[in-house]
């Protein structure tokens, strides 16, 4: 699900990652479709599948694509917050689709921002309940 989907430091958005070099990252803007290079010397790349919300479970972190799995299933019940929305409805917002989330660590500004990239991946089709391994692994038996 977010496999080469990656958030590039002082560019606003989310990028599919299309070609690797030594230098830096091509990479293709998720919103407009407009490929770029992005020089590593200038910006960081965070991957989205590397990026996990701090729980107070055993685990020290959820991935952020079962917390996009949970939103998902969830969003009938659960909307999505306004992005003006108070402060106090994104901390119910995440009780309620993670009721485990760290409520110290996890700051406002994360779940703003995890809100505001499912909301776009979710209108884009790109969030899915499914697991790809998953689905690989029932297909080959």
Do not use: C
Not at 43 to 52: A, D, K, M
Request: net charge negative; hydrophobic share 35%.
């Amino acid at each position: 699900m977010l496999e080469k989907i990656v958030h590039v430091s002082g560019k606003s958005g989310l990028f599919r990652m299309i070609n690797n070099r030594a230098d830096g990252l091509i990479v293709e803007d998720l919103a407009n479709g407009k490929r770029s290079f992005v020089p590593g010397r200038l910006h960081q790349f965070t991957p989205l599948e590397s990026i996990g919300i701090y729980v107070t479970t055993e685990e020290e972190t959820a991935p952020l694509k079962e917390v996009f799995r949970s939103m998902l299933q969830q969003l009938e019940a659960q909307p999505l917050p306004e992005s003006n929305a108070p402060d106090t409805k994104y901390k119910e917002y995440f009780a309620a689709v993670l009721p485990t989330y760290d409520r110290e660590m996890v700051k406002v500004s994360d779940m703003k921002k995890a809100v505001k990239w499912f909301g776009f991946l979710n209108d884009n089709g790109l969030v899915t309940t499914e697991d790809p391994a998953e689905s690989t692994a029932e297909e080959g038996q």
